[in-house]
T-cell receptor, first 112, second 114 residues
């Protein structure tokens, strides 16, 4: 079946690194995405990784993929108060058009 | 700003009514997706259109229908509304269809059914 799991909350201090974790069940996932949702706003695409990659870095963001364990993580370096938001991971499953399956979202709280 | 527009931003209506939500994709994008975000169900995929044709269907109720017009804008019709339909409805678009296409989301329409 298709399922994506995330922990619900993460609290960090400004300047620290944040690591948000995600697990998925469908082994036929092709692309995995990270989205950010600020209060009252839509979803902003942060980054994505193809399933045959292990790592992708984009400025302060690092995505790690362990395909064997079906585990995905998003590391935010030098976390700022403006990074406070809900972060969703999502998988695009092969042969299901463009359907994205989302996790429940992780609420990141950054304390000054 | 993702370039995807949705109207209206907020909608308040009563049970049993029918509403239409509208979405304009980013310039050049041919695929449109609809998602529902609610507290109990999270973010759920409803339906996808590509260049006017239905491409994928998720957990969309029979009371809900959608279409994509020749100018590529899309409408989501919700009828016989129930309290449980209160949610945030997102539209997303991508250049083509398929799993390798990044989806860009609009700001959403917040629907409240009283």
């Amino acid at each position: 079946g298709e399922d994506v799991e995330q922990s619900l909350f993460l609290s960090v201090r400004e300047g620290d690194s944040s690591v948000i974790n995600c697990t998925y069940t469908d082994s036929s996932s092709t692309y995995l995405y990270w989205y950010k949702q600020e209060p009252g706003a839509g979803l902003q695409l942060l980054t994505y990784i193809f399933s045959n990659m292990d790592m992708k870095q984009d400025q302060r963001l690092t995505v790690l993929l362990n395909k064997k364990d079906k585990h995905l993580s998003l590391r935010i370096a030098d976390t700022q108060t403006g990074d406070s938001a809900i972060y969703f991971c999502a998988e695009a499953v092969y042969n299901q058009g463009g359907k994205l399956i989302f996790g429940q979202g992780t609420e990141l709280s950054v304390k000054p | 700003d993702s370039g995807v527009t949705q109207t209206p931003k907020h909608l308040i209506t009563a049970t049993g009514q029918r509403v239409t939500l509208r979405c304009s994709p980013r310039s050049g994008d041919l695929s449109v997706y609809w998602y529902q975000q609610s507290l109990d169900q999270g973010l759920q995929f409803l339906i996808q259109y590509y260049n006017g044709e239905e491409r994928a269907k998720g957990n969309i109720l029979e009371r809900f229908s959608a279409q994509q017009f020749p100018d590529l804008h899309s409408e989501l019709n919700l009828s016989s509304l129930e309290l449980g339909d209160s949610a945030l409805y997102f539209c997303a678009s991508s250049p083509a269809e398929g799993t390798r296409e990044s989806q860009y989301f609009g700001p959403g329409t917040r629907l409240l059914v009283l």
